[in-house]
């Protein structure tokens, strides 16, 4: 028998307790011993529920039990997560986590702590919620090189922008809305602004290329500025906005960047609504593949959880083989990236042209007097911005996904 604990008896950690419960004859199968919860951290106490006789309110009760080889981390944060992920691995016991502030900022460290002490560190939960997305990089894709990783890996930000595009609301009114649904924060700036998705673009990228991605070094935009005129020039242009967390490999380096953007139909991202995530990778030899699912809630996440728990029991005094080095990986300066852009400003034709070059697609809203939009041409982000700061009556603008890789998508 495999005996485990759980820090943080919250959404994901109860989660965890029911699908072990729920699955325990599934997963004895599957592993060759029962796999069950022998102690819970937590500060509180849980009255009437069936985990109430296993909570304890002092971590040393985990970490000096010789019996619990695995010790899941749902706590979230940095602190007290890192010191005592840090002292269980020291310990000789495997951790896995739905962390991913801990393991966009301690991730290597933890990983190497593990490495020396024949456990694992695992996190499959922390990039996607339920999406197997970290197993798929670590195991289908080994063979490939990685040449982009594209996602929508926040659902607070999808659910309002879905809401925006297919309920005509304000971004104020739609964030209203997702926090009386419960799926947005009293104070939701780590969502909205992108750094959510920021952690996890890192996390994912580091996997797929090898090298270390400092997560704060990814240039981050939220949405905090998309309005509803935006989502009907969206419209119009057949495309959506949706904030995509994306890393690519191009012949200089590799780059990545968390913001809005306007992709068209043709990409598969659009299709993405709601509260759900998706990632699309693209490899040199199989192409591009997607994998969609719920990317957060308890049972979703602590799905991922109870996989990683699993392969922590099947492979007990053996780290699992993953790539992902020490090394730290510059990224790519994004000003470098030609794209086109769409644009929103205020005056006429001759002076789009004047200050951008060549535009296409010039689209008019009815009810919105005196503006129009358009795209420009294909041109490094450098190029674009120092236009645009030469231009007068941009009322706003968006990077716009390349067409042809979309139809490739």
Sequence with gaps: ?????????????????????????????????????????????????????????????????????????????????????????????????????????????????????????????????????????????????????????????????????????????ALKEAQEKGYAELHPEADVEGHDARRKIAILSSLAYGKHINWEEVPTEGITKVDKADIRYAKALDCKIKLLATSRREEKGIWALVAPMMIGSENPLTAVGGVMNAVMVKGNAVGTTMYYGSGAGSLPTASAVCGDVIDCVKHKGMTIRTEYSTENLTLLPVNEVPRPFFVRMKGNEEDAKKAFGSISQVIRLEGLEGEFGFLTEMMPEKTFREKLEKAEGVINWYRRGKMEEEQEA
């Excluded at 599934?26 to 796999?35: D, S």
């Excluded at 879905?162 to 304000?170: I, P, V």
């Design 1 to 173: 028998m495999a005996k485990i604990a759980i820090m943080g008896y919250g959404t994901v950690g109860a989660g965890v307790y029911k699908t072990l419960a729920m699955n325990k004859d599934a997963i004895k199968r599957r592993v060759g011993e029962e796999v069950t919860v022998k102690r819970i951290l937590d500060l509180r106490e849980f009255p009437g529920d069936p985990a109430e006789k296993l909570v304890t309110h002092e971590f040393t009760d985990i970490l000096n039990d010789t019996e619990i080889s695995v010790v899941v981390e749902t706590m979230g944060g940095l602190k007290p997560s890192y010191p005592f992920t840090k002292q269980l691995l020291e310990a000789g016991k495997s951790v896995c986590t739905s962390n991913k502030e801990l393991v966009a900022a301690h991730g290597v460290e933890l990983r190497e702590t593990a490495r020396e002490h024949h456990v694992n560190y695992l996190f499959e939960a922390s990039c996607g919620g339920g999406i197997p997305i970290i197993r798929v990089l670590n195991t289908a894709l080994t063979a490939e090189e990685i040449e982009e990783v594209t996602g929508i890996l926040n659902g607070t930000t999808n659910y309002i922008l879905t809401s925006m595009a297919e309920e005509g609301k304000e971004f104020g009114d």
